[in-house]
């Protein structure tokens, strides 16, 4: 395998990386370190939320809410990522689907007003 900056060093220097990449706004490069690390340890929630943020701000949405789909369905109450899959959804133009995760993710913030 061909080693690349984005995919070279230990797992810990790769999640700095791209942290550093997502500070800066560069979305697209936070995630190609992402990728690579979502792969590599795929049951860590942070790596998987962090690249899943990094499509949506890239605009690579369907991307986005694969990921996010993944981190709903391993842990149905994780807030974050159910109102992320919610924006995410609202950017697709899917209102309605959007809909029941932001009142699912507003309900597990304690906002019941919205409920």
Known sequence: MDMTYYDHGTPAERWERAQKFF????YAAAARVLDGLVEEVPEQTGPR??????????????RAEAELRVLVER???????????????????RHEEA?????????????????
Do not use: C, N, W
């Open 23 to 26: 500070d800066a706004k560069d």
């Open 49 to 62: 939320l962090l690249l899943a943020r990094s499509y949506y701000h890239s605009a690579q949405l369907r």
């Open 75 to 93: 842990d149905p109450v994780e807030h974050y990522a159910r109102l992320m899959l919610g924006r995410t959804l609202e950017r697709q133009g």
């Open 99 to 115: 809909g029941s995760h932001l009142r699912i993710a507003s309900a597990l913030a304690g906002d019941f007003e919205q409920v």
